[in-house]
């Protein structure tokens, strides 16, 4: 056997696994999604088409065939494109984001709400209230927690326009 012809052998041998591995991954037009908060279960293993994340590296869509990623939720608004056409929009204040091997997709926020229960004059005056403790804030714990109010009240203040 000549050595081009072993080396093509070992690399189709290499490739094989890899895949396997991927035809192994449910590679259809739905997902099993999960988002879950410590106030409800919105969705548990649902089948949806989509699903779109504000996270700290950037916002991004999430399809069936999307690559395993694991990432942290910024504040801002889920939206969930759900199997039958509808459209979900989810304020979430920060939580985590996995995509796993098999597709499945979690959404795992410490605090949710759908955006047609926002108030916005109610989240208004939650941000007033977050710029308020963060002037007067004295100490360095004390900015660094109402800095993080303030950034949360101001994505919420634009998910409820």
């Keep these: ?44 293993s649902a089948n949806i088409r989509q699903v779109d994340v504000p996270s700290f590296s950037g916002a991004f869509g999430i399809l069936p065939k999307h690559v395993p990623t694991l990432a942290v939720l910024k504040p801002g608004v889920v939206t ?12 979430v204040s920060s939580g985590t984001i996995t995509v796993n091997e098999d597709s499945s997709v979690q959404v795992l926020a410490e605090e949710a709400h759908p955006v047609e229960d926002l108030d916005s004059g109610a989240c208004r005056e939650i ?25 949360v009240a101001e994505a919420l203040v634009k998910a409820a326009e």
Excluded: C, W
């Design 80 to 91: 969930v494109y759900e199997h039958d056409g509808a459209t979900k929009k989810i304020f």
């Design 127 to 151: 941000l007033s209230s977050a710029q308020s403790q963060l002037s007067s804030a004295s100490t360095d714990k004390e900015r660094a927690e109402a800095g993080i109010a303030v950034e």
């Design 1 to 44: 056997m000549s050595f081009a012809l072993r080396s093509t052998a070992r690399l189709a041998a290499s490739v094989r696994p890899a895949l396997r591995s991927m035809q192994s991954r449910g590679y259809a037009d739905e997902m099993a999604f999960t988002l879950a908060a410590a106030n409800k279960v919105y969705y548990d």
